[in-house]
């Protein structure tokens, strides 16, 4: 099927972001459900799922994945640099393609006509900042950890030695709207964010202005790393800018973990990969990483895509998030393979 008849609800957004990114043609190859194309000297894929039904309506899951660099046969020797790196992201995160040795930048999102008014926007960020992140991490991860970008080429038009003006989307649309206030400074979707976590959460703290923060529980191997019984931690802010976009919310989910630098980059990509695969309505908007040595969900949301609902959504998702990878951990721990079967215990 191919995505420029626009035949359903995930076919036609991949039309729209194609549209948005302004896709030259002969920098792009049709794929089933959505198509890949070269914005610079690496290629980035965007596609659509098959739509699962759920509560009477289809839901579509969205992906947009870009290459990065090659694994060189050890591809384990850049899961810490990389992990670190990606501590800054936006909504990519850091995923390895076994089959061909490189790792890439992936984001997702489940599109369902509920969400398409607000989503549509989030997910063409998504690919926009991807390519923007994608050319820095391969110009500092090639200085810094020698890795060798996963350049290629269009089959037809070869390599590509402009760039599309897509490249410049995050210093031109991103960037300026991050200088000014974060828009989600007092807001009335922190009161609903408290209302929802209320109900989940084991505790929670907020100044219904700036941050809030909560505590999930654990049952799931580690060792915590308080005092008390381990729980999951998340903190949602509008007081950690960007180092690049500015101001914006921060969001960032930890779990109570106490592993060694190594340990926590491998399971972050581990993590990031078993996410990219399921299906577990959760958006995959931002990434597993080393944040502080500590194994962490990171997300930042660019002051230009404020809306009223995302702060609630994807709070929710953090939630989600939370109680998956618990209890992701404690299966998988007996059953792991021997290398992360050791990172979790």
Not at 60 to 89: K, N, P, W
Not at 99 to 120: F, G, Q
Not at 165 to 181: D, L, S, Y
Not at 259 to 276: G, P, T, W, Y
Request: aromatic share 10%; hydrophobic share 40%; proline share 5%.
């Amino acid at each position: 099927m191919n995505w420029q008849e626009r035949s359903d609800l995930g076919l036609a957004l991949i039309g729209d972001v194609h549209d948005l990114l302004r896709v030259e043609d002969a920098w792009r190859i049709d794929e089933p459900r959505g198509f890949q194309w070269w914005p610079a000297e690496f290629a980035q894929h965007v596609w659509a799922d098959m739509g699962l039904y759920h509560h009477e309506q289809a839901v579509y899951r969205m992906h947009v994945e870009t290459d990065l660099i090659s694994g060189r046969g050890h591809h384990e020797d850049f899961e810490l640099a990389l992990e670190t790196a990606i501590d800054q992201c936006t909504f990519s995160a850091i995923v390895y393609d076994k089959a061909r040795d490189l790792y890439r930048l992936h984001s997702s999102v489940y599109a369902s006509p509920e969400n398409i008014h607000w989503l549509k926007k989030t997910f063409f960020a998504a690919a926009a900042l991807q390519i923007a992140e994608a050319r820095d991490l391969i110009t500092s991860l090639s200085r810094g950890a020698a890795a060798v970008p996963a350049s290629s080429a269009h089959p037809r038009s070869g390599l590509r030695s402009q760039p599309s003006p897509v490249v410049g989307a995050r210093e031109q649309f991103f960037k300026p709207n991050g200088a000014v206030e974060s828009r989600w400074t007092g807001v009335e979707e922190w009161h609903e964010m408290e209302r929802l976590m209320k109900r989940e959460a084991l505790t929670i703290d907020t100044d219904h202005t700036h941050r809030l923060y909560a505590e999930f529980g654990w049952q799931g191997p580690g060792v915590a790393l308080t005092s008390h019984e381990p729980r999951v931690q998340l903190e949602i802010t509008t007081r950690e800018p960007h180092p690049i976009l500015g101001n914006g919310l921060h969001l960032t989910l930890t779990l109570p973990l106490a592993l060694e630098a190594k340990r926590v980059a491998h399971l972050a990509i581990e993590l990031n990969e078993v996410e990219r695969k399921d299906w577990k309505r959760c958006h995959m908007l931002g990434s597993w990483s080393d944040h502080q040595d500590q194994l962490a969900f990171r997300c930042f949301v660019p002051n230009t895509l404020y809306n009223a609902e995302l702060l609630p959504k994807l709070g929710m998702d953090m939630f989600v998030r939370a109680a998956w990878a618990d209890e992701w951990c404690l299966q998988h721990r007996a059953s792991a393979p021997e290398a992360l079967r050791a990172t979790l215990e």
